[in-house]
């Protein structure tokens, strides 16, 4: 019985395709530490307003934020493979990455694709455009392998940038949504599905392991589990309806005193940002609470009082998950501490690598159902 035991391990540990993936600094780090980051929000909102307002077929993704993205991991794409990096993001489900005829600066400083230099390759006249909450692209529809780790995606559709805005200081090439096929472009398969459908995954199932302290030790798992990233057990979250990964918030509180989302409200999971967002007026709220200050476009406290300042606590499914200061303070230097929280113009929250650092999430579409632990 024991062998079979062990056997049985065995193979479910070769069933789990594990990719590590690198922490970096966001854009709005790297624009902030330029002391550009107020000139670029400035510019990029008029910029943006207005491509929006002269374009009614523009796809739109209002919560997905450039300049938040954090974890980023590496694959392939077409025969011979050339390698991108891309942020894994559960809040949308396209996958794109530069042309090498994209004509915009932001593409000059990133890995481009071109699709005359694959034998796999499909090239479509499809148009692709998507606006940002912090940029724009539009290009043109493929179609080519695409490989993550060991698995591969054969004729899987994708986006060739063709012009950029916004992502000059993108430490990424492209982004890889792992969302549900309503927020992919019409007649596209987002490619977790594609996997899903080919029998490539022996569970439709992902999780993320989001490591606390260092750039290195993050992973993304495909298709199951591996325990040792967690403790305890997982706690089941049903989603909100099967078109994201959107959750029901109990309510959050401070100090045992609801602060917001006093009849329920819904929360985004989601590894493409690196804050906690929220509705701005509670948000507010929240910054008065832990005494922060404005300081241009962010919230500044005083850093000898972290240790002072008490947890937020958001439950969900009738469980507390506490973020401490120390989590959603950022440190930048002895001097200088910022809020990680961001106030937007939304009724929902978005759960972000602050929280998904302290809890692992697996994300199961067998089951439209999310589950968090937490983290080792």
């Keep these: 019985m024991k062998w079979l035991v062990l056997l049985g391990l065995v193979a479910l540990s070769e069933c789990i395709v594990i990719m590590p993936l690198t922490k970096t600094k966001t854009m709005r780090e790297i624009l902030r530490e330029r002391n ?25 993704h209002p919560l997905r934020n450039a300049l938040d993205m954090a974890y980023v991991g590496n694959i392939t794409i077409g025969t011979p493979p050339k390698e991108f990096r891309v942020v894994f993001d559960t809040g949308s489900s396209d996958l794109w990455v530069p042309s090498i005829k994209c004509i915009s600066p932001a593409c000059h400083t990133h890995i481009t694709f071109d699709h005359h230099k694959s034998s796999t390759s499909r090239l479509t006249n499809r148009p692709f455009r998507i ?127 609801v602060i917001g989302c006093e009849h329920g409200c819904e929360a985004l999971v989601d590894t493409g940002t690196s804050l906690i967002n929220g509705p701005a007026k509670l948000v507010t709220n929240i910054q008065r609470l832990i005494h922060a200050t404005p300081y241009g476009s962010e919230y500044v406290v005083s850093c000898p009082v972290i240790s002072t300042l008490p947890p937020v606590i958001f439950t969900i499914n009738g469980i507390d998950y506490s973020v401490p200061a120390e989590a959603y303070i950022h440190k930048v230097s002895n001097n200088l501490c910022l809020s990680s929280f961001y106030g937007v113009d939304t009724s929902k929250w978005i759960l972000g690598d602050v929280f998904l650092r302290l809890y692992f999430s697996v994300y199961d579409r067998g089951n439209d159902r999310i589950g968090l632990a937490p983290a080792v």
Excluded at 36 to 60: G, H, I, M, V, W
Excluded at 151 to 159: E, I
Excluded at 181 to 203: M, N, R, V
């Design 131 to 257: 606006l940002y909450g912090s940029g724009l692209m539009t290009g043109v529809l493929v179609y080519d392998t695409v490989r993550i780790g060991n698995l591969v995606s054969t004729d899987q559709p994708f986006g060739l940038s063709l012009q950029e805005f916004g992502f000059d200081n993108a430490p990424f090439d492209g982004i890889l949504g792992l969302s549900y096929p309503s927020l992919a472009i019409p007649g596209t398969i987002p490619i977790f599905d594609k996997l899903k459908q080919e029998g490539s995954i022996s569970e439709p199932v992902f999780a993320f392991y989001l490591s606390t302290h260092k750039e290195n030790g993050s992973v993304l798992m495909f298709g199951g589990v591996d325990h040792s990233y967690y403790k305890g057990k997982l706690n089941w979250i049903p989603v909100s309806q099967t078109k994201s990964w959107l959750i029901t918030v109990d309510r959050v509180s401070m100090n045992g005193t």
């Design 36 to 60: 550009l980051l107020n000139n670029f929000l400035e510019e990029q909102a008029y910029r943006l307003s207005d491509d929006s307002a002269s374009d009614p077929k523009l796809s739109t």
